[in-house]
């Protein structure tokens, strides 16, 4: 047996109808601070040198991380027995 219900409500009282806490004020705030950081950084993202300056001053670290990972996957693999 299939039944189907339609329920035609706005998500605020979909939120409520589930208990679910309204959240827009954060929302509001992340959005706000978001946009002040691009505003900040506006300069940055347009000079590609700073940019790319900006991202490998940044990303030594990221990478070694990647590798070492990469590296107990590997090893990971070899350790398992063949279950064939």
Sequence with gaps: ???????????EEARKLFGL??????????????KRRVEENLDTLSD????????LSTSGNGFEQFQNMMAAAMAQSQNKPDTK
């Design 48 to 55: 590609p040198q700073n940019l790319m300056k900006q991202w």
């Design 21 to 34: 806490p309204d959240v827009s004020a954060i929302n509001d705030m992340i959005v706000q601070e978001m």
């Design 1 to 11: 047996m299939k039944m189907t219900i339609d329920i035609d409500c706005t998500p």
